[in-house]
């Protein structure tokens, strides 16, 4: 299966942004929807956003809409995710998965995204 490493994370002050790199280590991304989701300690896994393989489109959750971009560079075989006005809500461990020619449509169900990444921890505070 594909391996994704989840790059970008960190400490931020509330209001500030961070961008997030999910890339595989071998396959080509560009075959894969990716959905990014996120977990805060004692939380359930949420899923945050997801871009399609086939025509691009975005999904977002409403509590980052507006806030966040999920984008896809082919070129570099990455999918990005810019988190601008970042809110101490906004912490949580995200992951980065990818399923195969999908398109979004059970996003944000993780149950058809079979390939994760690792985590990266983001964490908004003062």
């Known amino acids: 299966q594909v391996q994704l490493v989840e790059s970008g994370g960190g400490l931020v002050q509330p209001g500030g942004s961070l961008t997030l790199s999910c890339a595989p280590s071998?396959?080509?991304?560009?075959?894969?929807?990716v959905g990014w989701f996120r977990q805060a300690p004692g939380k359930e896994r949420e899923g945050v956003s997801c871009?399609?393989?086939?025509?691009?489109?975005?999904r977002y959750d409403d509590s980052v809409k507006d806030r966040f971009t999920i984008s896809r560079d082919n070129e570099k075989n990455t999918v990005y995710l810019q988190m601008n006005s970042l809110k101490p809500e906004d912490t949580a461990v995200y992951y980065c998965?990818?399923?195969?020619?999908?398109?979004?449509?059970?996003?944000?169900?993780?149950?058809?995204?079979?390939?994760w990444g690792q985590g990266t921890q983001v964490t908004v505070s003062s």
């Open positions: 071998r396959w080509t991304l560009g075959y894969y929807a």
């Open positions: 871009i399609s393989s086939t025509d691009g489109t975005t």
């Open positions: 998965a990818a399923d195969l020619w999908g398109d979004c449509s059970t996003w944000p169900q993780a149950s058809e995204f079979g390939s």
